[in-house]
C-alpha cells in the first residue's frame, strides 16, 4: 500500500487523532441537510451617496476638514471658540496640514483634569449621549514650532450616533457650564466620531467563496463572516448564539452591525435591555466563534481528514486486489484498468483535498486559538426580552440586538448578507465514500425541497456558489396566506437557515402561531412572559430545524426574503421538536424604532 504521509506532509500523529475521530459518529440532528433556493430580489436597497457624507459635515460645520486636515482621520462635527488658522486665497487654497501635539504637563488644568472629565462623562450620561473618549490636545500647523492652540478638549462620540443640534449643545455645555466655570473659558470643545478598538487583535474573517474553496467551503464557513457566524459573549464564550443578517446604520454610514438575539449579546442585561447611550457604560464585548463552534469546527476537519485517509487505503486495496485477479487470470484487463483510473481519481482527490484541510487547520489553530484574537466588536443596541403587550395572544417575542463590528472582524471584500446554503461540488461523479459529508443534498434534491409543485419548478434557479442573498422580507400576509404549495399543491411555505449548531437545515412554517410561556432562557434571570410565536416544524424525515446555539438565525424563504428571526425552540432535548420565531414583518419595525434608518445590508 503506497505510504501517503510524505506526500501529504501531515504528521502521523496528528493522521492518527483524525482517524480516530472518523469513527466517531456525527450527531444526525447535528449535520443537517444542505439546501438553496433562488436570488430574487423584492425590494431595492438603498445606495451610498458618497458627496452626501462630506456634506453632511460641512452643511453643519464648514471648517470641518480644515480644522482636523492631516491630524485625524475623522473631521470635527463641530468646535466651539474661535476659528483655526486658514490660509488665504480663497476657497481653492490648500488648508494648512494639521498635527496634534501634546499639553504640557504644567498646564494650570492639569491638577482638575480628572474633575473636568468626570463633569462632562455626568451630562452625556445624563442628556443619554454616548461618550468613548474625551482627550486634552494641543494643535499646530505641521512645520511651526508654537503650537496655535495649546488645549482643545476633543470629545469622541460613536460614528453615525447623533444629530447636529445634540452635538452642538452638549459642546457649547462644556464650553459655559464646565470650562468657564473651571476658569478656562479660552479652551475650545471639539467633538468627533472615535471609537475605541483593540488594536491589531482583530480576527479578519474572510467572506466564504465556494468557487474556489469548493470541496472545503462546509468546513471553512464557520471561520468567515456571512451569516450564520457563530458568536458569544468574550466574557461567557460557552454561552453562543448565530449572527443572522448584517445591517447598516443608514445610507450615510459606514457601521456595520450583526443581528443576533439579545439573550446571546448581553443575557445579563436581557430584562433591562441596553440603549445605544448606554451601552458605554455596560460595554459587552463579543466575539466570534465560541468554545463549542470553535472546538465543533476543528473536530469536523480532523474527522474528515481521516474519513479521507480511509478511503485512499480503501481505494489502494481495492487497486491492489485487481492487480492480484489479473495474475490470477480471473479479472479483466479493460475493466481493472477502467476502475484504476477511477480509484487513482479518488486517491488524488482525496490527498489534495486533505492538503487542503490540513493547511485550513494549521491558520485556524495558529490565528485564532486565542478567544482575544476571536473579538469583532460590541453590543450596540439590545432590546429587553419581553412582549410588547399583556394579552399573549396579541404579542410577539422581543429579542434582538446589533453587534457593532470593529473594523478589523472581517477582511476586505466583505460579501455581507449571502448566506451559504451548501456547495454543490462536492457532489461529484467521485464515490459516495469520498464525498458524503453527512447532509448534503444535490441541487436537483433542493428543488424538490423548497421548490415541490411542480408548476414552481420552472422558476427555479440555484444561487451561484449555493450563496443565497437576503433581500427584503415576506410581508404579513404573505405569512398568513402563502402563495407557494407543496406536492400535493396545499399552499405551504418551505424555509431554509443556516446556524451556529445545526448549519444548514429546511422546515415548514406553520399555519398556527404557538401560545409560548418563556420562563427559563439559557443566561437569563427573572423572566416570564407569554407570547405568540411563529412556529417553524421539522421537514418531513430530515431532523430537527433547530438546536442550542441557533439563536440569532435568519430564516428565510426560498427567493431569500427574511421570514424571521430564530429565537428559540421546545423540546425534552437540546434539540428542537419545534422552532419559535419573531416574524420579520415585526421584528424590522422594532428595529426602525429603536434605530432609525438601519436597513438590511446590500447586495455587493
Known amino acids: 500500500m503506497a505510504d501517503t504521509l510524505p506526500i501529504l506532509d501531515i504528521s502521523p500523529e496528528f493522521l492518527e487523532k483524525c482517524i480516530a475521530l472518523s469513527a466517531t459518529k456525527h450527531d444526525p440532528d447535528d449535520i443537517s441537510p444542505v439546501c438553496s433556493a433562488s436570488t430574487l430580489t423584492d425590494v431595492p436597497m438603498p445606495k451610498i451617496d458618497v458627496s452626501a457624507k462630506k456634506s453632511r459635515y460641512t452643511d453643519n460645520y464648514a471648517k470641518a476638514f480644515s480644522d482636523t486636515y492631516g491630524a485625524f482621520d475623522a473631521p470635527f462635527i463641530y468646535k466651539t471658540g474661535p476659528a483655526w488658522p486658514q490660509r488665504t486665497g480663497g476657497p481653492n487654497a490648500q488648508p494648512y496640514l494639521r498635527e496634534q501635539r501634546d499639553v504640557s504637563h504644567t498646564h494650570p488644568i492639569k491638577v482638575i483634569w480628572p474633575d473636568i472629565v468626570k463633569k462632562i462623562a455626568a451630562h452625556f450620561q445624563e442628556v443619554e449621549m454616548q461618550l468613548?473618549?474625551?482627550?486634552?490636545?494641543?494643535?499646530?500647523?505641521?512645520?511651526?514650532?508654537?503650537?496655535?492652540?495649546?488645549?482643545?478638549?476633543?470629545?469622541?462620540?460613536?460614528?453615525?450616533?447623533?444629530?447636529?443640534?445634540?452635538?452642538?449643545?452638549?459642546?457649547?455645555?462644556?464650553?459655559?457650564?464646565?470650562?468657564?466655570?473651571?476658569?478656562?473659558?479660552?479652551?475650545?470643545?471639539?467633538?468627533?466620531?472615535?471609537?475605541?478598538?483593540?488594536?491589531?487583535?482583530?480576527?479578519?474573517?474572510?467572506?466564504?467563496?465556494?468557487?474556489?474553496?469548493?470541496?472545503?467551503?462546509?468546513?471553512?464557513?464557520?471561520?468567515?463572516?456571512?451569516?450564520?457566524?457563530?458568536?458569544?459573549?468574550?466574557?461567557?464564550?460557552?454561552?453562543?448564539?448565530?449572527i443572522g443578517a448584517y445591517f447598516k446604520l443608514h445610507k450615510e454610514s459606514d457601521i456595520i452591525c450583526g443581528l443576533t438575539c439579545c439573550h446571546v449579546a448581553?443575557?445579563?442585561?436581557?430584562?433591562?435591555?441596553?440603549?445605544?447611550?448606554?451601552?458605554?457604560?455596560?460595554?459587552?464585548?463579543?466575539?466570534?466563534?465560541?468554545?463549542?463552534?470553535?472546538?465543533?469546527?476543528?473536530?469536523?476537519?480532523?474527522?474528515?481528514?481521516?474519513?479521507?485517509?480511509?478511503?485512499?487505503?480503501?481505494?489502494?486495496?481495492?487497486?491492489?486486489?485487481r492487480e492480484q485477479r489479473l495474475v490470477d487470470g480471473t479479472g479483466d484487463p479493460d475493466t481493472a484498468a477502467r476502475l484504476t483510473r477511477k480509484s487513482n481519481r479518488i486517491i488524488e482527490e482525496a490527498r489534495e483535498t486533505m492538503k487542503l484541510l490540513n493547511r485550513l487547520h494549521d491558520d485556524i489553530t495558529k490565528q485564532l486559538a486565542n478567544s482575544n484574537h476571536r473579538r469583532i466588536g460590541r453590543v450596540y443596541y439590545a432590546d429587553p426580552i419581553g412582549a410588547p403587550s399583556d394579552d399573549p395572544a396579541f404579542a410577539h417575542t422581543v429579542d434582538w440586538a446589533f453587534i457593532q463590528l470593529?473594523?478589523?472582524?472581517?477582511?476586505?471584500?466583505?460579501?455581507?448578507?449571502?448566506?451559504?446554503?451548501?456547495?454543490?461540488?462536492?457532489?461529484?461523479?467521485?464515490?459516495?465514500?469520498?464525498?458524503?459529508?453527512?447532509?448534503?443534498?444535490?441541487?436537483?434534491?433542493?428543488?424538490?425541497?423548497?421548490?415541490?409543485?411542480?408548476?414552481?419548478?420552472a422558476h427555479y434557479k440555484y444561487p451561484k456558489d449555493g450563496l443565497l442573498q437576503i433581500s427584503?422580507?415576506?410581508?404579513?400576509?404573505?405569512?398568513?396566506?402563502?402563495?407557494?404549495?407543496?406536492?400535493?399543491?396545499?399552499?405551504?411555505m418551505p424555509v431554509i437557515k443556516n446556524g451556529m449548531k445545526t448549519g444548514t437545515t429546511v422546515g415548514w412554517l406553520n399555519g398556527l402561531e404557538s401560545l409560548v410561556r418563556h420562563y427559563q432562557i439559557t443566561g437569563v434571570r427573572d423572566i416570564s412572559f407569554m407570547s405568540m410565536e411563529t412556529t417553524i416544524v421539522p421537514y418531513g424525515g430530515r431532523g430537527a430545524f433547530s438546536a442550542g446555539g441557533d439563536s440569532g438565525s435568519s430564516i428565510l424563504d426560498r427567493r431569500g426574503r427574511l421570514v424571521a428571526l430564530l429565537t428559540g425552540g421546545a423540546g425534552l432535548t437540546d434539540k428542537s421538536d419545534i422552532t419559535f420565531a419573531t416574524p420579520a414583518y415585526k421584528l424590522l419595525a422594532d428595529i426602525e424604532k429603536a434605530v432609525p434608518g438601519a436597513f438590511l445590508f446590500p447586495a455587493v
Open 472 to 492: 427584503g422580507h415576506v410581508p404579513e400576509d404573505e405569512m398568513l396566506n402563502p402563495m407557494q404549495r407543496d406536492t400535493t399543491g396545499i399552499f405551504r
Open 266 to 321: 448581553c443575557p445579563s442585561r436581557a430584562v433591562s435591555g441596553l440603549t445605544v447611550a448606554a451601552v458605554t457604560a455596560h460595554h459587552e464585548r463579543i466575539i466570534a466563534i465560541g468554545i463549542d463552534a470553535y472546538n465543533k469546527g476543528i473536530t469536523d476537519i480532523m474527522r474528515r481528514i481521516g474519513t479521507l485517509q480511509k478511503t485512499i487505503e480503501s481505494e489502494e486495496d481495492k487497486i491492489e486486489r
Open 132 to 242: 468613548n473618549i474625551v482627550a486634552g490636545l494641543a494643535f499646530a500647523n505641521q512645520g511651526d514650532d508654537q503650537a496655535f492652540c495649546e488645549l482643545a478638549v476633543v470629545i469622541g462620540i460613536p460614528r453615525d450616533n447623533y444629530l447636529f443640534a445634540s452635538v452642538k449643545t452638549a459642546a457649547d455645555h462644556v464650553q459655559i457650564h464646565v470650562l468657564a466655570k473651571a476658569g478656562f473659558s479660552e479652551i475650545p470643545v471639539a467633538i468627533r466620531e472615535w471609537e475605541v478598538f483593540s488594536q491589531g487583535l482583530g480576527p479578519k474573517l474572510p467572506s466564504l467563496d465556494p468557487l474556489f474553496d469548493a470541496e472545503i467551503a462546509q468546513y471553512r464557513h464557520l471561520f468567515t463572516s456571512n451569516p450564520g457566524l457563530a458568536v458569544a459573549l468574550y466574557k461567557s464564550p460557552w454561552l453562543e448564539g448565530t
Open 406 to 457: 470593529e473594523k478589523d472582524a472581517f477582511k476586505s471584500p466583505f460579501t455581507g448578507n449571502l448566506v451559504y446554503i451548501g456547495d454543490s461540488l462536492l457532489l461529484s461523479f467521485y464515490s459516495h465514500a469520498l464525498i458524503s459529508t453527512g447532509g448534503e443534498i444535490s441541487e436537483e434534491e433542493y428543488g424538490d425541497l423548497m421548490f415541490p409543485w411542480g408548476a414552481d419548478k
